[in-house]
Nanobody, 124 residues
Framework: QVHLVESGGGLVQAGDSLRLSCAAS????????MGWFRQAPGKEREFVGGIRRSGGNTYIPDTLKGRFTISRDNAKNVVYLQMNSLKPEDAAVYYCAARSGTNYRLSPREYDYWGEGTQVTVSS
């Protein structure tokens, strides 16, 4: 079992950057693939990045590629989401999620554990 806590959200202006962190409890963090998702009011939860449990392979959807980067530090039990050139449409609650196994998945239904989320607000 793993407990996840996100941090790093806040209010920024369009064009700014944020780095979200997700700290995981337990000594088995490196047995979980990780994903970042976001959810805006009235919208479905959206996948924004995934990383293998080893950190050797990552995926960012094409719509976000070039602005978002996902990484992890297994020694520190942390996964990051670097977000650059933020836009008002990036505003949402951002969640990290863990799933047992090697690979990330794009569907939120494939994840076993979730954090409570961190709010990102982008003003124009």
């Amino acid at each position: 079992q793993v407990h996840l806590v996100e941090s790093g959200g806040g209010l920024v202006q369009a064009g700014d950057s944020l780095r979200l962190s997700c700290a995981a409890s337990g000594r088995t963090f490196n047995t979980y693939a990780m994903g970042w998702f976001r959810q805006a009011p009235g919208k479905e939860r959206e996948f924004v990045g995934g990383i293998r449990r080893s950190g050797g392979n990552t995926y960012i959807p094409d719509t976000l590629k070039g602005r978002f980067t996902i990484s992890r530090d297994n020694a520190k039990n942390v996964v990051y989401l670097q977000m650059n050139s933020l836009k008002p449409e990036d505003a949402a609650v951002y969640y990290c999620a863990a799933r047992s196994g090697t690979n990330y998945r794009l569907s939120p239904r494939e994840y076993d554990y979730w954090g409570e989320g961190t709010q990102v607000t982008v003003s124009s």
